[in-house]
């Protein structure tokens, strides 16, 4: 095993470590209300439906939920169908952030916030109203098409992986991981921890009582020298 591979596989430890802690995450009322907040239930024949179907998903008003079996965590949303739904503005989606497909289109929305799907990296296939742009641009997706009046952004891309340079943003001592569309995050890999992966080992003996020691003996030579001559003088 090379070095290179060794740190890939510290940092995909963080990130399975990282999703497992959001994977106790239990359903909220909120999680409740973001399936119910549109009228209806995931229309038949719509992606998310499709989708649903396809991964035995469980259909809950406008959401697919991903039943756990054997675990006592709640369900968590795997798809969302919020078109239709004569919505102006969407605010906070992070309650799907677990989510494969969503479908925000047929609505009179303007914009969307940058952050919408900051950490959403299972998102695959994302329908939107054909004015709004893909979130994180071409770099974030492997397509991007017009149909009718929506527009599909399909294939999550990895931006740590395309251009060499972007991982340059990750510090010393971690490595880049994707983080939803257009965003990623810095883990540090292996004993690394702290403030920019700065520090390394489980706590700092060395650092901290290893120069304490060296001067401890440095002061004593001192002494023991200057003392000796002051005996010698006497
Ligand atoms: C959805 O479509 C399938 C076939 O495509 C049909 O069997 C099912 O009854 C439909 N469900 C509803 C609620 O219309
Ligand atoms: C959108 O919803 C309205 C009713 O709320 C319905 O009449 C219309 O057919 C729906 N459009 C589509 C494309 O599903
Ligand atoms: C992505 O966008 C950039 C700048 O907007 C453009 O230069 C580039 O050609 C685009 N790439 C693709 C594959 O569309």
């Not at 591979?5 to 497992?20: D, E, K, P, T």
């Not at 399909?154 to 010393?172: R, V």
């Amino acid at each position: 095993m090379t070095a290179g591979s060794s740190q890939q596989n510290a940092a995909v430890v963080l990130l399975i470590s990282h999703l497992c802690f959001y994977g106790g995450y239990q359903l909220t009322e909120l999680q409740v209300g973001l399936c119910h907040r549109c009228n209806g239930t995931v229309q038949n024949g719509t992606a998310v439906s499709q989708f649903c179907s396809a991964s035995a998903g469980l259909i809950d008003g406008r959401c697919c939920l991903q039943r756990k079996e054997n675990t006592r965590d709640a369900d968590y949303i795997i798809g969302l169908d919020l078109s239709n739904c004569s919505l102006s503005h969407v605010e906070d989606l992070q309650d799907a952030f677990n989510a494969t497909t969503i479908d925000l289109s047929l609505n009179p929305i303007v914009n969307l916030n940058n952050a919408l799907f900051e950490g959403f990296i299972q998102l695959a296939n994302l329908i939107l109203p054909a004015n709004l742009v893909c979130p994180g641009g071409n770099a974030s997706w492997d397509k991007m098409e017009v149909k009718g009046e929506t527009r599909v952004c399909e294939g999550q891309e990895d931006i740590c992986n395309q251009t060499g340079h972007l991982s340059l943003n990750c510090p010393e001592n971690s490595l880049c991981a994707p983080y939803g569309p257009g965003f990623f995050q810095c883990s540090c890999v292996d004993d690394f921890y702290g403030y920019k992966c700065l520090r390394e080992g489980e706590f700092p003996i060395i650092q901290v009582f290893g120069p304490l020691a060296g001067s401890t003996v440095l002061v004593s030579i001192l002494l023991w020298v200057t003392q000796r001559r002051k005996a010698r003088s006497i």
